[in-house]
């Protein structure tokens, strides 16, 4: 009998260390699912979309749905989202979960929620990823990226940026800088998404991450582009 009792704690504690394993993947999933609905949207649309070129160019793109104003950091945006590296072979990589606080958003600043989108360019943006933790537009410059209508020069000179960024609020994608913007790389979270302590240079550098299910949806659409 004290046996018995024994394995059934045993095996309570197990189930109970487990679920919330699997509720932390769920929630990372279904942000994976969201980021992917906002990359379509920036995609999609005729003469606002974000020019095929930038992503066929860009050295590694990240994504946050939903960044919210308020409850967090007395007012201050706070979003999570994911960033995706290309290998020099042209592979997209799995994603690194990432958070971004603060930042100047322009006349949208007073929206309560917005999806934003930013196009690492170059070695030297890509290197600002790699540190973990760095400003937009401190840090490393930051400029708001044209749409698929801008004229050819502006999108030459956009292709020289280090991070081109663009903002979707009221339905409509645009380039609006988000200077001040503070992004990092959450340890906590891709430790409980892949179950085990990747570096930032390990999933967007040297793709050791197995590409999550959820993920697959956007790389197929950055392949198409």
């Known amino acids: 009998m004290k046996r018995t009792f024994m394995f059934q704690a045993l095996l309570l504690s197990i ?4 679920i919330p394993a699997h509720a932390d ?15 379509s949207d920036a995609l999609a649309k005729s003469g606002d979309a974000i020019p095929a ?4 160019e860009c050295k590694a793109i990240a994504i946050f749905p939903g960044v919210v104003r308020g409850g967090f950091l007395y007012g201050a945006r706070y979003g999570e989202g994911v960033v995706f590296g290309k290998t020099e072979d042209g592979k997209w990589t799995a994603p690194a979960f990432f958070t971004v606080t603060g930042g100047s958003f322009g006349l949208q600043a007073g929206l309560e929620s917005m999806d934003v989108i930013l196009l690492i360019m170059n070695q030297r943006g890509l290197q600002s990823l790699l540190k973990q933790r760095f400003t937009l537009g401190g840090d490393i410059a930051i400029t708001a990226g044209p749409n698929s209508a801008a004229a050819a020069g502006d999108i030459d000179v956009a292709l020289k940026a280090e991070i081109l960024s663009y903002v979707k609020s009221r339905g409509v994608f645009a380039g609006i800088s988000v200077n001040g ?4 790389y ?19 550098i040297r793709n050791q991450a197995p590409m999550p299910e959820a993920a697959k949806g956007i790389v197929a659409k950055l392949k198409a582009q």
């Not at 189930?15 to 487990?18: M, R, T, V």
């Not at 913007?181 to 990092?184: N, Y």
Request: hydrophobic share 50%; net charge positive; proline share 2%.
């Open 15 to 18: 189930i109970l260390s487990i």
């Open 181 to 184: 913007a503070r992004l990092a």
């Open 25 to 39: 993947n769920a929630k990372y999933n279904a942000k994976l699912l969201a980021a992917e609905s906002v990359l």
């Open 186 to 204: 959450s340890p906590k979270i891709n430790r409980q998404f892949y179950t085990r302590a990747y570096s930032v240079d390990d999933i967007i």
């Open 53 to 56: 070129r930038f992503i066929k």
